[in-house]
Structure formats: structure tokens, C-alpha cells
């Protein structure tokens, strides 16, 4: 959209982060919240990144808007490119001026997340004389077309409403409403669901994609939920101990997991797209602390494959066949043939 | 306090990351939590936390030297504090006289030793007492609601409706309109402390009783008084501790705000706000200010300390307050 | 809204009844200065005659609902002392405690909310460290001690008037006389306000909605400026209007320091001498002020959080 700006690349993808790491210094030891994550997404695409609380998911959505302060946060390596442009190397002003414009996030608990002591519609219309040089009324006006676009009924009455006036599902609308206000070309949707009820999960999913389609953003999708992802999501990024262990389509992932972690998390979950299954296995144990992880593979504690091979030294991302699906196990075919032994493919 | 960031204070994001709600598809298993003994580790969680406060240590060593004063402070004093000495009257701080004399004569150092005895003793009571009563009254007005929380509401209102001072004026005027004794000074601060300790404590049980852990001992049918004492109590008076604490200073700050303006304890009772209001009335005579400079900075030290221990208190027994 | 505020003034009109009450109550205690003073200084019919004179004489509730009932034709009675109006002398200190009062609430709100948003925002920084130092030393010293020490080394110097004013000077510049005991007044609570100010601010600092106004890509001033601080002024509100109220009714310590004639001077004298009337009267006036400022800040407080304003 904007092309004033220097060092903009069309080819280039729209989104690239290149090995990421993000750091902090605590008393306990340093977190290593993200260490080592590449990924790119494009235009009109829905790329998951799933994973367990604390596997560095949030993290690294929040490094791409440039929120993690530092200190107490480092970032020993990677970058993150917007169409070619380097967001960690721009000064702070300027990526600012694509916070919120280019670049714009929903975050898991809509109640907190919108200022309670201003009207919702002002905080709309914030957003929007932020990044567009417009009057207030004509800002109030769009947060009103937005209101109205996010499926909220009696927008001209909500708009002069409080967050706590809203119920969980509207205030979600509300913040869809308020990302896609400057119409970004990425949005990053941290847990946009979790906090809300099952019946509204699926309205808000559907609502996201309704708007996709509309203006064909590129979303990046962070969560813990397989059942959301599975419906929308076009490729997935399996994130554990703040590594990305597999990344495929969303048919590879959950057909042909290669990793002992994708593996765990599929036999956790509950199918209606197979015709038998075993019994639900859970996953033992806890996640590491990011302050500790364990070394070699990170899984490895928990994991029911585990041989020698795999405290040796990290697993990196290696092809296993498809186009791009790459896993980082060094028992991707053990978890094959496992998986195709527990079900029976349609 | 400390310079150094705490865990705490990295709860966004680092720590935000570490406390994520837990995930449906991780089931914890029993081997790796080890269980423990909740009280214990809870305490020394608390102490731990102190002892980082390079200030509340400090307070604490003052304060300690400072109640070994008051307790043999009488034996210590090299004279009668009361013992009047004519020939001997406004002497600024020599050999004999460590402090000075004051205008009768009376030995300055063993009137601030009387006077710190007077400020524990005072400081130690009001806030014992205003514990007892705000507590007791707050606890059963949170837990009962109703008919007895209204009325100790509307009580507490009209306590809160006057300024301090001019309450504690009044009162003491009241109780004691001839200036005998000390102890009305002690009542009637307590009366004028123990409203906001019972509504804090109120305010804490309010929020107790509908907590889990209450439900659960109501399921099983404990009485209401072990209720109180044995679950809710422990779990919400930490707050109220702390608050109570804080008081020690202020009620010795009253007391000798009021006797500064020559209300309360008795004319000759060597009190710091009184000797700081005698003391000053020759401020304008050369090489006088011993007289009222003395008393203000053992007040100032002693108030400094309690206040450095009240503030190690509450943020070690509430980290996210820091 | 409306309901609210009706109730809750009706809730205030009581308290300041049973305030007074209980005021009336401890006077009573106390006991007229007639008797004293003791029978051979003033003979008995004497007494008898001065405590019919003021009423005293009739039982102790009538006398409450007559001094009520006088109250609100403005008529406070007449004092032991002078024989003056109450009500007159009142109105005389009254303007000076007023600006005291001002003066000390405009120094608490610069400093302390000041301070407070600079320790919060620079947390762990040289600046937090200073600012955490001084609030603490000057929470540990006594308005009196203070008050003492400016009195003894500051008035009389500079464009500061001597206390106690020279008898046949003219009247000093209002603004020179009371921002000596405004400032010794102002130091504990603005310091007061600079803690409550930096804690309530890193809370606020940590919520979610702060997190969002920045990934709107709000300037930081912004962030603080108006999503940060129209929260984190809360519970600073509510202590300011406690604290004006506090002053309103007479900084009586100060005042007398200073010997500046307001509110809480007038009360210090009229203890001295059992002066009840004049008593009565500035201990009702500081519990309607009191009262009714509380009043204020919940109506603030309901503007200012709008969770609270309509529930």
C-alpha cells in the first residue's frame, strides 16, 4: 500500500521473520522465549502457529509489532521483513507508523484489551485519525461502517458505549473492528477465541474469515486450539519451547505428522474426520520452563519415542517429503508409521 | 525499594509467558509437583522477599536498637527525667548533660529515653487495640452481612466523616478534660483507628466468603466461628497486618502532634511533641535549638524506621503492589 | 445517576447530623468554663445568669435541636470570649484557609502526581531511586517538625513575612505569607500522592489495554498521556479530595506554627479557652466540608471510571 517508502521489495514476501530470537534476563536464568523461528506468509493466506502456553508463540507475534521492550528483552539474532523492509532495523517512529496500519493484532482477552474509561467508538476512531488524516467525525463515522461491518447490531447506540456494556462476543467484534480499521495487510490474531464461548468461537472465526476474503488479509493465527486451526487455517506452524518442530499444510500436519510433538498433540485431540480411533492419548508431563529447557531435543522428557539420538544435540528443521513440510525430529519415521497404525485414514 | 527487577515485575512479557493459562491438551502428571507444606514455604517466602529491602532491614536493626532503648532505657538515663534542677536550667548539650537541660533544669537525654519508652508503649497499643476491635467488628460484619454490616458501616461512617485531628481534639478534651493521665490519649486514638482496620478486614472477609476454599468447609458443614477463624481469617488478614503496622507511626505522630499543640498527655511528662513545643518557644534565643532540634529527630528517626519496615511488609507480603 | 447522588447526599446529611451530635456530646462532656473557673471567681447567680444567657441551661437535646435549628438561618451563636458572632469570625479566617488550602492542593498535585508518573515511567531508573528516597524521608517527618524548621530558619527571609507579623507593618502579600505553611503542609501528602501515583500507574502500565494502544501505534506520549493516566488518576482523586477536605477544616498544627490566621488557629485558640461555640462551630463546618467533598469525589470517581458510574 504504501510505496514511499525506501528498500521495498514487491517480490519480496509480505511478511518474513528470519531466524528469530528473543531473549530475556530474569533471576531464574535467561528465558528463551524465541529461539530461532523462520516463517513467511502471504497475501490472503492463514498461517497457524500452535503450540502449548508458553512455547514463544505470543512472543513472537508481539516482536513483529515491535512490543517487547528492551531491555529486559534481547535479540541475539534474526529479522523481521515487511515486504523487504526491516522492521527490527527501522527507527522507532517510523515502525510505529506501520503499527496498527500494515501491521495490526487482536489479542486473546477482548475485556481487558479495550481501555475501559473510553467509549468504544472513540477507540475506533483512534486507531483510525492515528495512521489517516481525517476530521473526528469522519473517523467517528468509519468506527461506525466498521461497527456495523463486524456484525454488531445498533452500531449507532454501541458506538457511544463502554467496554463492559459489551458482552465477550461483541467486544471481540469490537477489536476486529478496531485492527481493521486502516485495512492492514497482516493481522495478528493472538488466541482471538480462547476467552470466548464455544458457539461464539465459531461466529468470530467465521466473521475473520468473511473479512479476509473481503480485503484479502494475510493472518497470522496464534494458538493452542487444533479444532480452530483445523478449519482455517491454510499452513501450520508447530512451536515448542520456543522452536518452531514441524511446518506443513494443514493436511500434512494433521495427516502425516513427522514429529513426535505433532503426533502427541493429534492423539490428544478428539477426531470426526476418522472412522476409528484409539483412545485419546495425553501428552505427560508439563512444558519446560523457557529458562530450562532440556537439551537436545526439547521434548524429548515427554516424549514417547525418545532414544539417545535425541539429547545429542538440537533437531533441525529437515524436509520429510510434501512441498515445504519440514519437521524437526530425528524420529519423523517412527511417528509416521506410529501414526498410520493408530488410524485409519478416510 | 531495590533497584534490581524482580520476577515480579517481568510479568510482561517474560513472566506473562510463564503464567499463560494452562492448555486443555497438557495433563499434568503427579511425579513432577512436589507438594509443599504451604504455611511454612509461605512464610519464608515472605522473609525472603524482605530481606532484599536494603531499607527494611535498616528499619528493622533501628527499630530493634530502638525497643532495647525503651525497655532499659530507665536504668540507662543518667538522671530523674522529671527531677528539676533551677541553678542548672537551659545548658546546651555538655559532658553532664549529653542532650542539654531544659528551661527547669530537667536532663534532655533521659527525657527522650522516658519519651521513646512513652512512644512504644502508646504506638504498641493503638495499634494492639485498634487490631482487636476493627477486626473482631470487621469480621462479623463480613461474614453475617445484613442488619449488623449496615449498622457497623453507618458507625464507621460518622467516624470517617472528621478530619483526624479535630477529632482526636474533641475527644480527648471529652475524656479528659484536665490532662491526668496518658491513657485516654491511647483510647481515643484507638477509637478514632479502628474504623478503617474494620472495614478493611470487612472488606477482606467480604471477599473470602465467596471464595472456594469457604464454599467448601460450609459444604461440610463447619460451623460459622470456625469458618471465620480457621479458613477465612489466615487467608485475608495479611492486608490488615500491614495496615495496622503503618499505624504504629501514625499514633505516634498524633500523639505528639497533639501534645505539640498541648492536648493530651500530661503538662510535665516528657513527651517529643511536647518537649519540640516547649523547646521552640526560645527558638529566637542564640544556640537554643537543641531544645526542640533533638526531640524532632529522634521522632523523625523513629518514625522513619517503622515506616521503612511497614513498606518492606507490604511488598513482601504483596509483590505486585511494588 | 440521579439516585446515586440523591442517595448518597441524604446518606451525608445523616452523618453530619450524628457528627454533630457526637460533637455536641463531647462538649457537653467537657463542661461550661463558667464553673471552671470555680465559685469565687464567678459567683454562683452569676454563672446561673451566663448559662441562661447561652442557652445552656435547658436540657441537652433541645439545646442540639435549637443550636440546628439556628444553623440554618446562619446564626452559629455568640462566643464566651469576645461576645462576637461566631458566625463573623468564621467568615474572617475562613478566606485564609481557604487559600492555604488551595496553595497546598495546587503543590500536592504538581509534585506529587508529577513525581509519581515520573518514578513510574523511569521505574528502576536514577530518577525512580531519587523519587522513591524523598517520599519515603518525607512521609518520616512530622508537618510539625517541618513546620518548626521552616518557621525557625526560612520566615523573615527572602519575600517570606516574619511570624508573628510586625504589629504596625501592612498587611503582607497573601501569596508570600501562605506558601510557607502550604508547603510544609503540602510536603507529606504530595509525597503521599507521588506513591500512590507511581504504584497505581505500573499497574495500569501492565494492563492489556496499555498493550493495545501501543500496537495501534500510539506515540508512547500518547500511550501514557491519555490511556495510562486517565486510569492510573483514580485512586489519586479520591485521596486529593479527602486531603482537601482535611485542609478546608483547618490545618490546625500549621496554622498555628505559623500563627496564620485561618481556620485551624481560630479552633486552637478557642480550645485553650473552652470556647464552645467557636468549637462547635468549626468542627460542624469541617465535617460538612468533609462530608460534602467526599461527596464530590464519588461523583469524580463515577465520571472518571465509567464501570462505576453505571452500575
Known sequence: MVVEDIGLDASAPLLEVRDLRVHFKTDRGTVKAVDGVSWSISEGETMAIVGESGSGKSVSAMTILGLIQSPPATFPTGDIFLRGRSLMRMPEKQQRRLRGKEIAMIFQDPLTALNPVFKVGDQIAEMVRNHQDVSKTVAKRRALDLLGEVGIPNPAVRLNQYPHEFSGGMRQRAMIAMALANDPQVLLADEPTTALDVT????????????????NTAIVLI??????????????????????????????????PRHAYTFGLLSSLARMDFSRQERLLPIKGQPPSLANVPKGCAFHPRCAFTTEKCTAAIPVLEPVGGDGHVAACVHSDRVAIAYEERVVTP | MTTTPDPADLRFPAEALLTEPAVEEVIPVGEDVPVKRRSNSQWADVWRRYKRNKLAMVGLGVIGVLFVLAVVGQFLAPYDPFEQNLINTLEGPS????????????????????????????????????????????????????????????????????????????????????RQHVYPVVIVLVVLAWPTTGRLMRGQVLAAREAEYVEAARSIGAPGPRIVLRHILPNSIAPVLVYAFTGIGVAIVSMAGLSFLGIGVPTDEPEWGRMIAAGFKFFQVPGSSYLWVFPSIAIVITVLAFAFVADGLRDSLDPKLR | MGKFIIRRMAQ????????????????????????SSGDKVVPPDTQALLRSKFGLDKPLPLQFVIYLKNMFTGDLGIDYDQRRQVSSMLGEALPHTVRLALVAIVLDILIGVIAGIIAAVFRYTFWDVLVTILTTLALGVPVFVLGLSLRANVTGHFFFPAVPRSAFGEEPFWLAEVILPALALAVTDAAFVARLMRGSMLEVMRADYIRTARAKGLSERTVIGRHALRNSVIPVVTYMGIGFGTLLGGAIITETIFLYPGVGLLLFKSIQNNNNPVIMAVAAFAVIVFVGLSLIVDILYAYLDPRIRLS
Not at chain 1, 461464539?200 to 480485503?215: F, N, P, S
Not at chain 2, 553532664?96 to 533544669?105: A, I, K, V
Open chain 2, 95 to 178: 559532658a553532664d548533660h549529653w542532650f542539654g537541660t531544659d528551661e527547669l533544669g530537667r536532663d534532655l537525654f533521659s527525657g527522650l529515653l522516658y519519651g521513646l519508652r512513652l512512644a512504644f508503649i502508646v504506638g504498641l497499643s493503638v495499634m494492639v487495640g485498634s487490631l482487636l476491635i476493627g477486626v473482631t467488628l470487621g469480621a462479623i460484619a463480613g461474614y453475617l452481612g445484613g442488619a449488623m454490616d449496615s449498622l457497623l458501616m453507618r458507625i464507621t461512617d460518622v467516624f470517617l466523616a472528621f478530619p483526624y485531628l479535630i477529632a482526636a481534639i474533641i475527644l480527648i478534651r471529652a475524656f479528659d478534660p484536665g
Open chain 1, 223 to 256: 494458538t493452542h486450539d487444533l479444532g480452530v486451526v483445523a478449519s482455517h487455517a491454510d499452513r501450520i506452524n508447530v512451536m515448542y519451547a520456543g522452536r518452531i518442530v514441524e511446518s506443513g499444510t494443514t493436511d500434512e500436519i494433521f495427516y502425516q
Open chain 3, 12 to 35: 451525608g446529611v445523616l452523618v453530619i447530623i450524628a457528627a454533630m451530635a457526637a460533637i455536641f456530646l463531647a462538649l457537653f462532656a467537657i463542661g461550661d468554663p463558667f464553673s
Open chain 1, 200 to 215: 461464539v468461537q465459531a461466529q468470530i472465526m467465521a466473521l475473520l474469515t468473511k473479512l479476509q476474503e473481503d480485503r
